[in-house]
């Protein structure tokens, strides 16, 4: 198995994680251990946890090291991780998250918070309400950054790894509303100081079962509670503007480049847009994961046509990006017998992921008069799915059950003034 090969306790922090889940450790994270694997020091992570301490109780007891175990049909590869130094609850250790970020080491403070830790409204703008909230992540990066000032410390990167479309760019006006709103006298500052770099991130990283964890002792011969299973494709595109210091992670296989846009548009509407419709269109049709859904005859053709026909002609694509090479990719993904990704997981929080993965390419086919088929049927899926039994998990789960159930249920969700904005419209027969 392979281990950290550099000296763990040598390392300084130079990353604050907030949103410390399985997909922070099955990505980011390794990104960063092979990183200082190859001699670039003081790259450890704090990571927060804003909500759940779920993971600090994991990690914390096994100083912060972890198995990542990468499956797929060929077998399972287990890998040691050591970038994680410590994870902080923010709700019991507010103060210490505050004073990571605003430690002279601290060059990143990076976020994998889900669609909806970024707090919008409706209309994307932020909900300034929950963003003066406990659990909040402008709170403490706003504090963080307040404190840095006073030391007469630069400024920092704000790295969104999210799934967002331009999550660079949203993060900075979020964050600027903030500030604008709770500490006015920090904007120029902000402004001068800190970068918000776009990036597309991608691996596939299901929940940790327990299940999974027996497995991993099999191997390990001792009990990882922080296991995380992830395949073995993974891909990070960075915009390479940072306000300071950054890890030489395009030595270890992420891509810096000028423009993440085409890249992370593809991801999000052929990758996260075909998920989505799996999920929707899986769980009506009985199965519980996406390898199961894929080979559904039923399904399958259906989810070729989203990503070649529908999502592909909508991306701008940057020189050398093969779009119908990327979906075959993507049919090889879903298909992968080992991991067994629930579509109840992605299934959740549908308000937030639908309009960048569904509703703009729509609006864009409709914009030149054309009908989706595969995304119709998604959409006509996802209505189906709130109208059943099945939980939804979702910040607006009333409001959606309610207009779900409604007759004028595409009008109240889709319409104008409806739960979901965006430029798509919803029309007799999508
Ligand atoms: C999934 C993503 O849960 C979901 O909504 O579509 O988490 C997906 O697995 C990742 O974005 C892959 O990079």
């Known amino acids: ?23 922070h450790r099955a990505h980011q994270a390794v990104y960063t251990d092979d990183a200082m694997g190859a001699g670039d020091g003081d790259w450890g992570i704090t990571g927060v946890s804003l909500r759940s301490g779920d993971v600090a109780a994991q990690l914390n007891p096994q100083d912060g090291l972890y198995t990542v175990s990468t499956r797929s049909a060929a077998g399972t590869d287990l890998r040691l991780i050591g970038a994680v130094q ?9 103060q210490d998250v505050i004073d ?3 430690s002279p080491a601290t060059h990143i403070v990076s976020f994998t918070v889900t669609e909806k830790g970024y707090l919008r409204a409706a209309d994307g703008s932020l909900d300034l309400a929950a963003a003066r909230g406990a659990s909040s992540l402008y709170r403490f990066v706003g504090a963080g950054l307040a404190a840095r000032r ?22 900075r006006a979020l964050m600027r509303d903030y500030l604008a709103a709770a500490q006015p006298d920090l904007l120029d ?9 776009a990036t597309m991130i991608d691996r596939i990283v299901p929940a940790t079962t327990d299940a999974d964890r027996t ?13 995380v299973v992830t395949e073995a494709f993974s891909q990070w595109v960075i915009e390479d503007d940072f306000a300071g210091p950054r890890p030489r992670w395009e030595d270890v296989g992420a891509e810096l480049v000028a423009d993440v846009a085409p890249y992370e548009t593809a991801k999000l509407r052929m990758l996260n847009g075909a998920h989505s419709a799996l999920a929707y269109i899986g769980l009506g049709r009985g199965h519980l994961y996406v390898h199961q859904a894929v080979a559904d005859p039923g399904i399958h053709p259906l ?12 991306i701008d694509a940057a020189p050398g990006q093969d779009l119908s090479a990327y979906a075959e990719a993507l049919m090889g993904r879903f298909a992968n017998p080992a991991l067994d990704h629930r579509l109840i997981q992605i299934a959740m929080d549908g308000s937030q992921k639908i309009p960048q993965r569904w509703l703009e390419t729509l609006a864009w086919h409709q914009r030149r008069g054309q009908r989706c088929a595969s995304l119709g049927a998604a959409v006509a899926a996802w209505i189906a799915f709130l109208r059943s039994d099945h939980p939804i998990d979702d910040p607006l789960a009333d409001k959606l059950r309610d207009a779900a159930a409604a007759p004028d249920a595409m009008e109240r969700l889709f319409g104008k003034g409806g739960l979901i904005a965006s430029d798509w419209r919803p029309e007799p027969n999508v």
């Open 1 to 23: 198995m392979r281990t950290p090969d550099y000296d763990r306790s040598a390392q300084a922090a130079g990353i604050v994680h907030i949103g410390i889940g399985a997909f």
């Open 86 to 94: 410590r994870v902080l609850v923010a709700g019991e250790a507010a």
């Open 100 to 102: 990571a970020i605003a």
């Open 150 to 171: 006073a030391a007469g410390l630069p400024g920092l990167t704000l790295l969104s790894c999210d799934n967002l479309a331009n999550n660079g760019a949203v993060l």
């Open 189 to 197: 500052w902000f402004d001068r100081e800190c970068r918000c770099p």
């Open 215 to 227: 497995a991993v002792k099999a191997v390990l011969g001792a009990r990882d509670e922080g296991a």
């Open 303 to 314: 989810i070729e046509r989203l990503m070649r026909e529908e999502a592909a002609p909508t």
